[in-house]
């Protein structure tokens, strides 16, 4: 299974992915992760213009897929902005469950904790999501995840019995 966080930068999908890393890792099963920022600190050399951007998050696909055979359940962490990336992903994985990190630009902003809005606000970072490139919300999430109308440990809990019902039915052949 291939558990994917979508989201605004700093809308909770690293925050979130960890720990759900730490509690499926603690119940001894496989799980491996990807989060885009240590993806592209393997691939530098990535940008962040639309076809890159969509290569970014393909690869991020093959990747997950290629786990994803070797029996690990993957919790995949990007923004993925584009529809075309994510749906692309979800074709080439058996079991693709989209998680929308959901959260108003406001609110990301206000928390920023890499201090990217506030740069791409100062004009400093060009085609920052959220400012001047485009998120294209997911259409039919498996899941949204509010995170600007809870708290951190709410957000887990909710993603966490989420994930439990979907392990279970997947043990069960539902
Ligand atoms: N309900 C919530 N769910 C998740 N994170 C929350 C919540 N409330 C506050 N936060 C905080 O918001 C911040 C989200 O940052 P995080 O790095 O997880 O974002 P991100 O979606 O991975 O961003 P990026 O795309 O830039 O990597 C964290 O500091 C986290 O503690
Ligand atoms: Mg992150």
């Not at 400012?131 to 957000?155: A, F, G, M, N």
């Amino acid at each position: 299974m291939v558990l994917w966080l979508t989201g605004l930068p700093g809308s909770g999908k690293t925050a979130l992915a960890d720990r759900l890393y730490e509690y499926l890792s603690g119940k001894g099963l496989k799980v491996a992760r990807l989060d885009g920022d240590v993806l592209r600190a393997t691939f530098p050399e990535t940008g962040f213009t639309r076809e890159e951007r969509i290569r970014h998050v393909r690869r991020a696909g093959e990747l997950a897929a290629k786990s994803e055979k070797d029996r690990a359940i993957v919790i995949a962490s990007l923004i993925s902005p584009h529809r075309e990336a994510r749906s692309y992903a979800r074709s080439i994985c058996e079991s693709f469950v989209e998680i929308y990190v959901k959260a108003s630009l406001a609110t990301c902003e206000k928390r920023d904790p890499k201090g990217l809005y506030k740069k791409a606000r100062r004009g400093e970072i060009k085609n920052f999501t959220g400012i001047d490139d485009p998120y294209e919300e997911p259409e039919k999430p498996d899941i949204v995840i509010p995170t600007d109308e809870l708290t951190l440990d709410q957000s887990f809990e909710l993603l966490r019995e989420f994930v439990d019902r979907r392990l279970k039915n997947a043990e069960s052949g539902m």
